[in-house]
């Protein structure tokens, strides 16, 4: 997942979203990314991408 990124919201945050990096990802499963600092729902997730391509981005500008 080197060049990864996503972005997701985070309520509180500087703009209300942080950006995990893909080396952080421990585990993608069914309704939740596993990383090394805990998890997060697929739902939060509106920007994704890789080597500062696009890949996704749906629903936050």
Known sequence: MEGVEIFYVHRGAPGDFKVLKGED?????????THTGGEIPYHRVFR???????ILSRGRT
């Open 25 to 33: 990802i421990i585990d993608l499963g069914r309704s939740f990314i």
């Open 48 to 54: 994704i991408t890789r080597s500062g391509k696009e």
